[in-house]
């Protein structure tokens, strides 16, 4: 689980391990889904029956079928008690239980192993924070040997085990949300898309994969800071961050970010160009519409129109930026776009080329 990037990955870790250290044919790991009232399954491993994946997609179970995971295990903890693990068989007849056992016989449990062919199983709580976070599901063939008392105080240790590596991997997924994020607007951030563009570019040489750049000046930001306040301003860049998340989501996998101040930019992998300026223009038309602020300066560059070799993220910045400082300067309300005027001699690609004529992103100063 320590060497898990993902919580999802630090599930089956934990999963898989559980399942070997229990001796079990298949384990899960669901997570309570509070808001939703629900148990959602976030990973099954070992022999899996029919209609049981991996990674379910949907795979999950209203609580109130498994009433010990919300009411019974806080009455329990709430006199100081620790959480406890309890053993379910498809026999006729509940296990007999002994003390911290969870309550009634669970006929959801007990069905659900009989319809998959399955003798018992184990089930621990996961608590985290001192919450329930969700629980620990391990289960035996038919026929194998009945997990006994000593089995469900060892998946209690184990469940708790698989706590802490959640909780850790929690942290580091926050960790990592929060070094690619800009905080005010929850986009990506300038860090990210640069990760993003490198491992694009590499799809780019690769595989020719048409790699655009869509970037984005808000006008009027400073006058409405000056005349309304920052707190006006901040939710011009709310807004319209939302209006770029919308338009972003119209081409698949693409990122949407603020790079800075009133700038933005959408990274888009795969599409074609057409398709990328078409959504450029949509940008623009629903920025016109804010009540707020002036609309959007924005310009496109794309390694699907004839704009020369692109070996660096720079190169499309700069081929990206050029076309936005055109769009500002003529007060366009439509997306300027590199080399379709042209080619290597559109003037945006030669305002582009030009040493000193434009800034790259990385010298670029950001209005506030």
């Not at 070992?46 to 079928?65: C, T």
């Not at 000593?150 to 926050?174: K, Y």
């Not at 590499?202 to 009027?220: F, I, P, Q």
């Amino acid at each position: 689980m320590a060497a898990a990037h993902t919580p999802r990955e630090s599930a089956h870790a934990a999963a898989q391990g559980v399942r070997q250290a229990l001796g079990g044919s298949f384990a899960a790991i669901s997570k309570w889904e509070r808001e939703l009232g629900k148990l959602r399954v976030l990973v099954n491993v070992g022999e899996l029956a029919e209609g049981e994946e991996e990674f379910p997609e949907d795979e999950s179970y209203p609580v109130h079928e498994f009433p010990e995971i919300v009411g019974f295990l806080h009455e329990q903890w709430a006199g100081g008690g620790e959480p406890s693990a309890w053993v379910e068989t498809a026999e006729t007849d509940p296990a007999p239980r002994g003390p911290g056992d969870a309550g009634p016989y669970n006929h959801q449990r007990v069905a659900a192993l009989r319809r998959r062919g399955r003798g018992c199983c184990v089930v621990a709580p996961i608590v985290l924070h001192g919450r329930a976070w969700g629980e620990l599901y391990v289960a035996r063939r038919t026929g194998e040997p009945v997990f006994d008392r000593a089995d469900a105080d060892f998946a209690s240790v184990l469940a708790a085990v698989t706590a802490a590596g959640i909780a850790q991997t929690e942290r580091l997924a926050e960790a990592r949300r929060l070094a690619f994020t800009d905080a005010l607007t929850g986009l990506a951030n300038r860090r990210a898309v640069d990760m993003r563009l490198d491992e694009a570019l590499e799809l780019h040489r690769g595989a020719d994969v048409v790699v655009s750049l869509v970037v984005c000046d808000l006008n009027g930001l400073k006058r409405v800071n000056d005349s309304r306040g920052h707190a006006v301003g901040d939710r011009l860049l709310e807004r319209f961050g939302s209006v770029l998340s919308l338009c972003g989501a119209m081409l698949p996998g693409t990122l949407a970010a603020r790079l800075g101040g009133d700038e933005f930019c959408l990274l888009a992998v795969g599409p074609p160009a057409d398709e990328v300026v078409k959504v450029a223009g949509e940008l623009c038309d629903r920025a016109g519409e804010l009540d707020l602020g002036e609309g959007v300066a924005v310009g496109v560059a794309s390694t699907g129109d004839p704009i020369g070799p692109v070996r660096s993220g720079r190169r499309l910045f700069r081929l990206a930026d050029a076309a936005q400082y055109k769009a500002k300067a003529a007060g366009s309300g439509e997306p300027v776009v590199a080399g379709r005027h042209g080619g290597k001699d559109d003037p945006v690609v030669r305002l582009a080329d030009a040493p000193d004529r434009r800034p790259g992103p990385e010298r670029r100063r950001f209005r506030r």
